[in-house]
């Protein structure tokens, strides 16, 4: 098969700048800056130097690279940069009902942590959890941690689930969409800080494009296929 006759899609416009970061990290990006640029002033050169790598590294962390979405008839995307940590069958969960094919996606702090949406359609509903922080590659976490569940429906009326859920220091999740949203398929939807995890919840009959281990890219990679 000749893959370089795939069709792809930008679905956000594409950054302005070199080095795009999430909106969300500029106010820690400048906090360290300026930690940095007080310690520089004052002759504090060892304190100075390791100011400069952590402001490096906040900035490398919320980085917001362009991603191209592949257009594939009922391909369900990755909505998380990271590492698969569980597929199967589950036979309930607190979002949809009925048995769901479930896939746990793992982000590290080296990980982009931007999300985006998996699949065109309409948000039905936003559920919000308060929880634990239990670290977020234990499969713990996906039952017990704080989360931010987005419930959305295609236009087939099929309902899938992705839930952003907090990690061991991961205090805050962003979700930039609303209950009513019209969505599309690789657009950017929020953002986790500091490590954490998402699951997508998808009908039983899901086709899975991805095993356990698998390194997947948001907004890119293809997780599995509606029927």
Known sequence: MDKSKDKFFRADPMNQTAFPV?????PFICASAF??????????VF????GVLVTFCICCFFRDPDRVTPV???????????????TGIVETN????????KIGIFMSVFNVHVNRIPYSGTIKKILYFPGKFYAAG??????????NAIILETSKKRQICFVQVAGLIARRIICSVAEGDTVTCGARFGL???????DVYLPADTSLNVAKGDRVTAGASIIGYLS
């Open 94 to 101: 607190p979002f949809i009902e009925g048995p769901c094919m």
């Open 72 to 86: 594939k008839s009922g391909a369900v995307i990755s909505p998380a940069d990271g590492r698969v940590v569980s």
């Open 47 to 50: 304190p100075a130097l390791f």
């Open 35 to 44: 930690v940095t640029i007080v310690f520089s002033l004052i002759g504090l």
């Open 138 to 147: 234990r499969e713990k976490a996906s039952g017990d941690n704080e989360q």
């Open 22 to 26: 999430a909106k969300a990290g500029i």
């Open 192 to 198: 986790i800080c500091f490590g954490s995890r998402v």
